[in-house]
Nanobody, 122 residues
């Protein structure tokens, strides 16, 4: 059974940093593409960053490129999203998800976590 549990969200001032974690279990690293998407109130889901399971290529949305870094531990059981220089427009619920990449930032989601709220405000 696939399980994804996010943690690490919270309130941070503009320019600050947060690191989100996603504890993953119930699948192998080559079974699914994996990454993060976010959804702000009243807005559509936005792909933030994904890793392609076969190539290990990591993709980033233009809005976060250079500020966010997606990584995994050696066992590939935990995924991280390091978020630096946060901006108010980064405020959203962030979800860890697995599935199949239809394009670089479009994931056909098979499973996702419950999400963790990130609020960037002074």
């Amino acid at each position: 059974q696939v399980q994804l549990v996010e943690s690490g969200g919270g309130l941070v001032q503009p320019g600050g940093s947060l690191r989100l974690s996603c504890a993953a279990s119930g699948f192998t690293s080559d079974q699914y593409d994996i990454g993060w998407f976010r959804q702000a109130p009243g807005k559509e889901r936005e792909g933030v960053s994904y890793i392609h399971s076969k190539t290990d290529i990591t993709y980033y949305a233009d809005s976060v490129k250079g500020r966010f870094t997606l990584s995994r531990d050696n066992a590939k059981t935990t995924m991280y999203l390091q978020m630096n220089n946060l901006k108010p427009e980064d405020t959203a619920v962030y979800y860890c998800a697995v599935g199949v990449l239809a394009s670089t930032l479009t994931l056909r989601v098979d499973y996702r976590g419950k999400g963790t709220l990130v609020t960037v405000s002074s």
